[in-house]
């Protein structure tokens, strides 16, 4: 009988070979496991020291979840605890303060946040009460942003600044980690502290989404015995062999539409637009498609990559981009995309408006909390993840410039808010190109589309001058 894993496949099944998942049970077979992947991650250009703290993790047994925190606090030191420290020395200078110790306000500021952070989980079960404190991550936002506000004024002037700023500074990497944790804190019998603070940017790699949300969250995928950790980090591996193939087909594709075809990269046709000397519309939309196709396979690359460490370390995430060229309405495409994300989105935004919002209307309620997730949540969201454009801008400067993401974010909200209301009709019976390829095409170019006011880091043009590039790819100004 043929193997499974040996039929035809990009990747082999090898998570499907009982003698494959055999070996993977034996220290032999572990240790080359580890080294394969501690290769692959060199290829791809990450840390291969990452596959260390993973594999103690994955083989410590009944230890695993005293190997985490310590695992996360040693890969946090190497990285200085993500701090923005150029942040922190551009306030210091704007505010003309000499003779401060960096890293010793660095130090500081990590135990205040450390104790702050521990202080606030351990008390949550009684502020919930409060009605403040409910929705944790609209309480946590809220404070971040008061805090901006008021290092911002002329009543914070000198040091009281720089402080404010070095504690934003400090805290940002974690105010998602800690909204999910609170969300744990409010439970009955809520994990130890000192566990929670464990996955906050745990050692498999995240962003400021968090990649495994919270511990009870990792409980429900964690690997159980020695077969269902050997069939995860077997998928870690082919996971991770995926990536590599998806890394070169976006050289490849890089090296074929820009090298050989001439396309120029988004940025700069619109760039050359506003100069003057616009590209033909063609290659604008050529470079709008480029855009897409990249960015899908860029967050595939790095998404992957972080959820294969995961799996490594013995957690069967899911994937954070699965098929999107599969989806046929913008709804399923947005779940298919950037999964931690838009769960992010959910669980923080979503579940909290639809659970008290509009419960007599159900398509009312269903737009609205779609809508306060994906607009205003959204928002809220890279406002946040770009709060150093505030010190390096000014607030007026810094708001007057997100004007065109604001608008990105209501239009996206819209979309999908309308797609989630839509009723679905058998694809099946369509035919492959009514109910796949002309959908598909569809929710391509609508991304496509949004993606020129999808600018939360650029500051400097104005929504006006991206809707003036919107109609010139309209044909409208000619």
């Known amino acids: ?24 049970q034996t220290w032999p077979g572990r240790i080359l496991l580890v080294a394969v992947f501690a290769a692959l991650l060199a290829l791809l250009g990450f840390d291969p020291l990452v596959a260390l703290p993973a594999a103690a993790c994955a083989y410590a047994g009944g230890y695993r979840w005293q190997v985490i925190p310590a695992a996360t606090l040693l890969m946090l030191c190497r990285a200085g605890f993500l701090v923005d420290t150029e942040l ?23 135990a205040v946040v450390v104790v702050a952070c521990t202080g606030l989980l351990k008390a949550y079960r009684h502020l919930v009460k409060l009605t403040p404190f409910r929705w944790p991550a609209l309480f946590l936002s809220a404070g971040f942003v008061g805090l901006v506000l008021v290092a911002e004024t002329p009543i914070a002037a000198g040091m009281p600044r720089l402080l404010l700023w070095s504690f934003l500074a400090t805290l ?66 082919k996971l991770l062999v995926w990536v590599l ?57 790095w998404g992957g990559t972080i959820v294969a460490c995961a799996r490594l370390a013995g957690f069967r995430l899911l994937r954070n981009t699965y098929r999107p060229l599969q989806a046929t309405t913008l709804i399923e495409f947005w779940n298919r995309y950037y999964f931690y994300y838009k769960e992010l989105l959910v669980d923080h935004f979503f579940y909290p408006t639809f659970l008290r919002y509009f419960r007599t209307h159900r ?54 808010g309308l797609s989630q209301l839509r009723t679905r009709t058998a694809r099946a019976q369509q035919g492959w190109l009514r109910g796949r390829a002309l959908p598909y095409a569809g929710v391509v170019l609508f991304f496509c589309a949004l993606h020129v006011f999808d600018a939360p880091l650029d500051r400097q043009h104005s929504i006006v001058q991206r809707g003036q590039f919107f109609l010139y790819l309209l044909g409208v100004n000619a």
């Open 172 to 237: 940002l990497p974690y105010i998602w980690f800690l909204a999910y944790a609170l969300n744990e804190a409010a439970a009955v019998s809520p994990p130890a502290v000192a566990l929670q603070l464990g996955v906050f940017y745990p050692f498999w790699g995240s962003t400021l989404t968090p990649f495994g949300k919270s511990v009870s969250y990792l409980r429900k995928f964690e690997a159980r015995n020695a077969e269902e950790l050997a069939v995860t980090q077997l998928k870690a591996l």
């Open 245 to 301: 193939l998806l890394l070169a087909c976006l050289s490849a594709l890089k090296t074929v539409v820009h090298t050989h075809l001439g396309v120029p990269e988004f940025d700069q046709a619109f760039l050359n637009f506003l100069s003057g000397a616009s590209f033909p519309r063609v290659l604008c939309y050529a470079s709008l498609l480029d855009n897409f196709a990249e960015d899908v396979l860029s967050i595939s690359i």
């Open 1 to 24: 009988m043929q193997r499974k894993w040996l039929s035809p496949r990009v990747v082999p099944a090898i998570d499907q070979d009982p003698a494959i998942r055999a070996l993977a």
């Open 363 to 416: 398509k009312l309620r269903m737009f609205f909390a779609t809508f306060a997730a994906a607009c205003l949540g959204n928002l809220l969201f890279h406002f946040i993840r770009d709060i150093r454009l505030v010190a390096e801008m000014g607030l007026s400067n810094a708001l007057a410039g997100e004007a065109s993401h604001a608008f990105y974010t209501l239009l996206l909200a819209t979309g999908l």
């Open 88 to 110: 922190v020395a551009r306030v210091a200078s704007q505010e003309r303060i000499a003779g401060v110790d960096q890293t010793w306000l660095a130090v500081g500021m990590i």
